[in-house]
């Protein structure tokens, strides 16, 4: 089982470019979500996907959207980067919302540097 | 909307010493995680709590949840080196939806 993997590690933008972020749930895993942790704070909720919808939604502002595909992937979009955007991007897989068991499991994050 | 504390947000300690990081949350939840974050990697899963009263321990770390008093703790023995990091609590805000709320975050650091 790989686990919750995430692509790509790490990436340099420049202000007003878009970015897209790739996530591929661990096996057996329906739901992702995504979290941004900037230096020195807790991960802050994005959104949650799933059924290829978005379901719940953080204080996050329209320029980051995303995507989940039938396999469960998912790409998550920001556009017009700020300097403030810069952080790490964390993708949570687990099972349906509402089942018993929803732990999340972390891939290792995409490390995005805005400049 | 729901909030989530952390105290201490440092702690400092020599190996061999115990001591206990505690997270309080604001609305009512019957489900709360601890995770470990090491310099520049992702977040690791320790503790699952899932009901008041609940109580683990893997190793040196135990935790508990007491969702009467919104209160969560994570209480370490003995402490060794290798168990420096970074550790969050996160509550799923409406209690199963996988929507997490992190707190702040307690850095620890072992010194030997």
């Known amino acids: 089982d790989a686990g919750v993997t995430q692509s790509p590690t790490h990436l340099i933008k420049t202000r007003g470019q878009q970015v897209t972020l790739r996530c591929s749930p661990k096996?057996?895993?329906?739901?992702v979500s995504w979290y941004q942790q900037a230096l020195g704070q807790g991960p802050q909720f994005i959104f949650q996907?799933?059924?290829?919808?978005?379901?719940q939604r953080g204080n996050f502002p329209d320029r980051f959207s995303g995507h989940q595909y039938p396999n469960y992937s998912s790409e998550l979009n920001v556009n017009a980067l700020l300097l403030g955007d810069s952080a790490l991007y964390l993708c949570?897989?687990?099972?349906?919302?509402?089942?018993?068991?929803?732990?999340?499991?972390f891939g290792q994050g995409t490390r995005l540097t805005v400049v | 909307e729901l909030k989530v504390e952390q105290n201490p947000l440092f702690l400092s300690m020599q190996e061999g010493k115990n001591y206990t990081i505690y997270c309080n949350y604001s609305?009512?939840?019957?489900?709360l995680y601890w995770y470990r974050q090491d310099p520049g990697k992702s977040l690791e899963s320790l503790f699952v709590?899932?009901?008041?009263?609940a109580v683990k321990q893997e190793g040196r770390l135990m935790a508990s949840l007491d969702t009467k008093a919104r209160l969560s703790t994570l209480h370490i023995t003995a402490a060794v080196h290798d168990l420096s990091a970074t550790y969050f609590c996160?509550?799923?805000?409406?209690?199963?939806?996988?929507?997490?709320?992190f707190g702040q975050g307690t850095t620890l650091q072992v010194k030997p």
């Open positions: 949570a897989s687990s099972l349906v919302p509402g089942h018993l068991n929803t732990e999340a499991f």
């Open positions: 996907y799933y059924e290829e919808e978005e379901r």
């Open positions: 709590l899932l009901s008041n009263g």
């Open positions: 996160a509550v799923d805000i409406a209690g199963n939806t996988g929507k997490l709320i």
């Open positions: 096996s057996g895993h329906d739901t």
């Open positions: 609305t009512t939840s019957d489900r």
